[in-house]
């Protein structure tokens, strides 16, 4: 099987917004009382707003304190101020390696995919400048199912036209890796302590053409050395 797509997760993989994400987390979690830490924010990583909401205020102990109204205002007032620091993003805040890769992928003809969870990933992708390098990004509005479901990888390989067994997803999140390996994908964790993934790099400075070419010719080694 040849690799015809390469999909990403967005942040952890393609720009580092976890902090961004946490300054707003704070700040609306202050608001109720709820203090968090950065060590607290890493099970944030890969789970949708008010999944995260609901951690939060888990770890509060205050997850029977509000109506699903009042949910929503928390969740409106951290992404009111997650999406003010989004401004602070520029094309050098994409992470080493990425641009590279991509460019690369794409002369040689494998699309390019997005499958990130976050609603404003269209907005960031524009801020990054890479916005144009995407053949397709799953839409995560419309996605019944949140990662570790497979729901948002195989929505990207639908919009991309390839059959999961032909594609590769990179992800920097537990849940993440999940979803790709339930989609039949072939996985790559970018990180440590990632369960299951097929490939494990520590960042994103691994991540380059021929680490990729290595894997996926281990995982079809016959189907490949026919193709040569
Ligand atoms: P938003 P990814 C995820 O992005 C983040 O890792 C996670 O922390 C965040 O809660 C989620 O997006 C939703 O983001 O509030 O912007 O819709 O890793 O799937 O690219
Ligand atoms: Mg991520």
Redesign the pocket.
């Known amino acids: 099987m040849k690799l015809q797509a390469v999909i990403f997760?967005?942040?952890?993989?393609i720009t580092d917004?976890?902090h961004l994400?946490f300054l707003a987390w704070r700040d609306a979690a202050q608001a109720i009382g709820i203090v968090i830490d950065e060590e607290f924010n890493e099970q944030?990583?890969?789970?949708?707003?008010l999944a995260?909401l609901e951690r939060i205020l888990e770890h509060g102990g205050r997850a029977a304190d509000f109506t699903e109204a009042e949910r929503q205002a928390i969740a409106a007032r951290?992404?009111a101020c997650?999406v003010e620091s989004l401004a602070s993003l520029t094309p050098q805040s994409i992470l080493p390696g990425i641009k590279d890769l991509i460019v690369t992928l794409r002369q040689k003809g494998i699309r390019i995919g997005l499958?990130?969870?976050?609603?404003?990933?269209p907005a960031i992708l524009s801020a990054l400048g890479i916005a144009h390098l995407f053949d397709y990004c799953a839409d995560?509005a419309r996605v019944k199912h949140s990662?570790p479901a497979p729901d948002i990888f195989l929505a990207a390989c639908d919009g991309l036209g390839v059959v999961p067994q032909n594609a590769l997803g990179v992800e920097?999140?537990q849940a993440?890796i999940e979803a790709i390996n339930a989609s039949g994908m072939a996985s790559v964790g970018i990180g440590k302590d990632l369960q299951g993934a097929g490939l494990l790099l520590a960042s994103t400075h691994e991540l380059n053409w021929p680490r990729l070419a290595a894997y996926w010719k281990t995982r079809n080694p016959v189907t490949e050395a026919l193709e040569e």
């Not at 944030?44 to 707003?49: A, N, P, T």
């Not at 499958?115 to 990933?121: E, K, P, T």
């Open positions: 997760d967005l942040d952890g993989v917004t976890a994400h944030l990583k890969g789970i949708s707003r995260s951290k992404n997650y499958a990130s969870v976050s609603l404003n990933a995560a990662k920097d999140a993440g």
